[in-house]
C-alpha cells in the first residue's frame, strides 16, 4: 500500500485558493468554548442527538454567528478544500468519534462545501483503519493517510513534500547528522497541496512525553514524518520545543482555522494510547480557533481530574509502568503562546462555558 500512495491524488481536488487569512490564532485569539451535556454519552455510547446540539451552541457562541450556517461561514466558503485531521491513536477505545464528524461535516455543507472538497486524514492509514473511521464516513468523503504505518525509522517520503519541513538539530540515536533527511520532518502532502484549510479534532488526553495531546501536538506529530526523534527515549525528550516549532510551519499555522476538542471521554493518564481505566466521561467539547487557548484549558481540566484521584499535575507527575517519562514536557503550550500560536496568559484567556443539561 505504501508504494501505491503518491496514486490517491489522481482526479482529486487540490485548494485553488490562497493560504487562509483566517490561521492561528484565528479570529478569536484566548476564546474557547465549553460546551456540557449530561446526556452526551449513555452506556459507553455518543449520543447523536445531544452532540448535535452541542455542535450547534459551541459554533454559534464561538463565532457569535445567529445561525448554524452563519457560524460555519464565518470561517469557511464556497471553493475551499477542508482537511480534517482526525486523532485515532488512542484506538477503539478512545478516537474522534462518528457523531463528532458527522456534526463538522453537516457544518460544512451549510457553508456551501460539497463532499468533494473534504478531505478526512490520518498521518498512519492503519492508525485510521483499526479506529473504524473508514466505515462511518458517508459515502463521497474522501480519506486519506501519508504513510501506511507506524515503522521506526518514519524517513519514507512518499506522502509528504520535500518542500516543506522543520529541521531541527535533533536525529535518533545512530543516525548521521550530516544527512539533511534526518534532522528534518516533512510536511503531508495532503497539507501542503491538497487544501487551503485544516478542522483539527483531537481527543482531551495525557501524553507521556508532551504532557498533554490535544490541539497542538494533533497538528505536530500528525502531519509531519520523523517525529519520533522528538520523543526516543524516556530522557531523550524534545517534545517541549518540537511541537511548537512544527505547528509554527506557514502551510501549518495558517491553514488550521478550527479545532474541536472531543472530551466527551478523555484520559487523565497513560496517554497517548487509550487505556480505559484512565478515562473518564466528561461530558464536553471544547471549540476555538486558537489551539494555545485550548490547550491550556484542557491541560488544567485533565490536571484537575488527576487532583480528584490523587494524582499530581502532569508537570510534577513522576514516572511510572503506565507513563514512563522523566519529565511531561507541558511547556510546549507556553512556548506555543510566544510564537504567536495563541495566548497563553490565563488572565487574558476567556472560556465560556455552557451547560446544556
Known amino acids: 500500500m505504501a508504494a501505491a500512495l503518491p496514486l490517491i491524488y489522481a482526479g482529486l481536488p487540490r485548494a485553488q485558493a490562497a493560504p487562509s487569512q483566517l490561521g492561528m ?76 464528524m458527522h456534526g463538522i461535516l453537516e457544518g460544512l455543507y451549510a457553508a456551501g462545501l460539497p463532499k468533494s472538497n473534504i478531505i478526512v486524514y490520518n498521518r498512519y492509514r492503519q492508525e ?133 476538542a472531543d472530551g466527551v471521554k478523555a484520559q487523565y493518564h497513560g496517554g497517548p494510547s487509550g487505556r480505559p481505566q484512565f478515562q473518564w466521561e466528561h461530558k464536553t467539547l471544547y471549540f476555538a480557533t486558537d489551539p494555545v487557548a485550548l490547550d491550556k484549558t484542557g491541560l488544567k481540566v485533565l490536571d484537575a481530574k488527576r487532583k480528584e484521584v490523587g494524582m499530581l499535575p502532569i508537570a510534577l507527575s513522576k514516572p511510572d509502568k503506565y507513563s514512563t517519562f522523566l519529565n511531561c514536557q507541558v511547556e510546549h503550550i507556553e512556548i506555543a503562546g510566544q510564537l504567536g500560536l495563541g495566548v497563553f496568559d490565563d488572565n487574558k484567556i476567556d472560556v465560556r462555558r455552557l451547560n446544556l443539561a
Open 128 to 260: 485510521l483503519l483499526a479506529g473504524g473511521i473508514d466505515k462511518w464516513l458517508p459515502e463521497g468523503i474522501h480519506w486519506e493517510a501519508a504513510s501506511e504505518a507506524y515503522s521506526e525509522t518514519q524517513h519514507d517520503m512518499e506522502g509528504y513534500d520535500r518542500d516543506h519541513f522543520m529541521e531541527m538539530s535533533l536525529i535518533k540515536p545512530g543516525e548521521s547528522f550530516d544527512d539533511p533527511i534526518n534532522r528534518r520532518s516533512y510536511v503531508a502532502r495532503v497539507v501542503t497541496q491538497r487544501v487551503n484549510k485544516i478542522i483539527n479534532l483531537p481527543i482531551v488526553k495525557h501524553h507521556q512525553s508532551a504532557g498533554a495531546t490535544i490541539a497542538l501536538k494533533n497538528l505536530s506529530h500528525g502531519n509531519v514524518n520523523n517525529v519520533n526523534r522528538s520523543h526516543v527515549t524516556s530522557t531523550l525528550n524534545a517534545c517541549g520545543v518540537f511541537i511548537p516549532s512544527v505547528v509554527s510551519l506557514p502551510v501549518i499555522r495558517d491553514k488550521a482555522v478550527l479545532h474541536i
Open 25 to 100: 490564532p484565528g479570529p478569536f485569539p484566548g476564546r474557547v468554548v465549553a460546551v456540557e451535556h449530561p446526556a452526551s454519552i449513555v452506556n459507553g455510547q455518543y449520543q447523536p442527538e445531544t452532540i448535535q446540539e452541542m455542535m450547534h451552541r459551541g459554533m454559534q457562541e464561538l463565532t457569535g454567528a445567529p445561525s448554524w450556517q452563519d457560524a460555519w461561514r464565518a470561517l469557511f466558503q464556497k471553493g475551499d478544500v477542508v482537511g480534517i485531521k482526525v486523532s485515532p491513536v488512542g484506538g477503539p477505545h478512545l478516537c474522534s468519534d462518528a457523531s463528532v
